[in-house]
Nanobody, 126 residues
Framework: QVQLVESGGGLVQTGGSLRLSCAASGRTFNTYTMGWFRQAPGKEREFVAAIRLWRSGSTYYADTVKGRFTHSRDNVQRTVYLQMNSVKPKETAVYYC??????????????????WGQGTQVTVSS
């Protein structure tokens, strides 16, 4: 079992920055990929970013956030970070951290993930 604890959400102005954190604990030895998803009211949950926890550390981003968001990891503390820059009002949503066990070539589908954090609200004011 893997537990995910998120922090860093809150209120930020348009164009501002925010850093989300997700700390993993429990039996994480099979966890290979960490991802971030967001869901706005009345909208479907959408992929934001993902990062590989094993050797490569490769990162993946939705087209809508490329160049503005940065995903990073601290393997020792088993924590991942999502640095959000130049945020937009339309990005107001509940942001979820997720963990995926095992390896696969996909990373952007919510159903692929096995564990989820509680979600943290990000509100971008205009």
């Amino acid at each position: 079992q893997v537990q995910l604890v998120e922090s860093g959400g809150g209120l930020v102005q348009t164009g501002g920055s925010l850093r989300l954190s997700c700390a993993a604990s429990g039996r994480t030895f099979n966890t290979y990929t960490m991802g971030w998803f967001r869901q706005a009211p009345g909208k479907e949950r959408e992929f934001v970013a993902a990062i590989r926890l094993w050797r490569s550390g490769s990162t993946y981003y939705a087209d809508t956030v490329k160049g503005r968001f940065t995903h990073s990891r601290d393997n020792v503390q088993r924590t991942v970070y999502l640095q959000m820059n130049s945020v937009k009002p339309k990005e107001t949503a509940v942001y979820y951290c997720a963990a995926k066990e095992g390896y696969s070539d996909t990373w952007n589908a919510a159903y692929e993930y096995d564990y989820w954090g509680q979600g943290t609200q990000v509100t971008v004011s205009s």
